[in-house]
């Protein structure tokens, strides 16, 4: 159950600065931003830029040096390549998911079960890693996700060690599970396409800060073909030099 109401940002950024180490340049500066209740921001810019440095810091990894990150929600990461324990099954890689939670073993496989089904792969149970392929295990690391019914979940670069094809079914696969749970999603992506077909509000990020916000308010699932969705994808790679 939710523990917000949609009045509230489940997320907040206020003027955080950071640095890995003192004495270097500061990685973040002055970032400041919140993530309201069921949107969907992603954060784009050029590689070095912070965008995974904001996902460590809202996981608590990292803690500012100067500001305040707020976060009430419940949060759940989800990594490229779904980042598996090689040596367990599929269903006990989700089942890694329930990790402090009091619940019966039968309890946690029929969820797990569930989270598998829910994502297509529940033919996959007793499979290991090494032979899934490289959308199915990241199927298995968003189903690990999402039993612990997370209300923010926070995705670094899901896509991007994808095939196209796979690639893109797997984003409406995201794009389902967000509307149709209500999870809060905050996605870096180095694909300002993904982030436009995706995102109803895009961060650009440039030397460690906020270099752009641009607000998408085109109805999803959106077409990459469709002239609006054209207009704005360049739009925001106008706004980075370097990519591209
Ligand atoms: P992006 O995700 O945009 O590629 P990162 O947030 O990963 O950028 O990195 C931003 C900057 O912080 C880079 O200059 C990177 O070298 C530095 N950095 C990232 N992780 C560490 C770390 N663990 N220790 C020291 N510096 C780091």
């Given at each position: 159950?939710s ?46 830029s ?23 929600a ?5 990594f ?5 324990l ?25 969820d ?14 007793d ?9 199915q ?28 094809e ?14 149709e ?9 180095h694909?300002?396409e ?5 995102a109803d509000?895009i ?11 641009i ?5 999803r ?16 790679q ?7």
């Open positions: 159950m523990t917000t109401n949609n009045h509230e940002p489940i997320l907040s950024f206020k003027d955080v600065t950071f640095a890995y180490e003192p004495h270097v340049p500061a990685t973040l500066k002055d970032v400041s931003f919140e993530l309201p209740k069921d949107s969907f921001t992603v954060i784009v810019g050029p590689s070095g912070g965008k995974s440095t904001i996902l460590r810091l809202v996981t608590g990894l990292d803690k500012a040096q100067k500001g305040s990150v707020q976060n009430t419940r949060t759940r990461m989800i490229q390549g779904g980042a598996l090689p040596w367990e099954t599929t269903l006990n890689n989700v089942k890694v998911g329930f990790t402090g939670r009091k619940m019966s073993e039968a309890q946690k496989t029929h797990a079960m569930a989270a598998l089904t829910e994502l297509g792969i529940d033919t996959l149970g499979s290991y890693p090494r032979h899934l392929s490289g959308g295990r990241q199927r298995v690391g968003i189903a690990r996700a999402l039993v612990s019914s997370p209300e923010l979940l926070l995705l670094d670069e899901p896509f991007s060690a994808l095939d196209i796979t690639s893109k079914r797997l984003s409406d696969e995201v794009l389902r599970i967000h509307s749970q209500h999870i809060t999603m905050l996605m870096v992506s694909s300002v993904d982030a436009v077909m995706l509000r961060l650009v990020f440039k030397d460690g800060h906020i270099a752009e916000e607000p998408v308010s085109l109805p699932p959106r077409t990459i073909t469709d002239p609006e969705v054209q207009a704005i994808i360049k739009h925001v106008g706004t980075i030099p370097s990519s591209g």
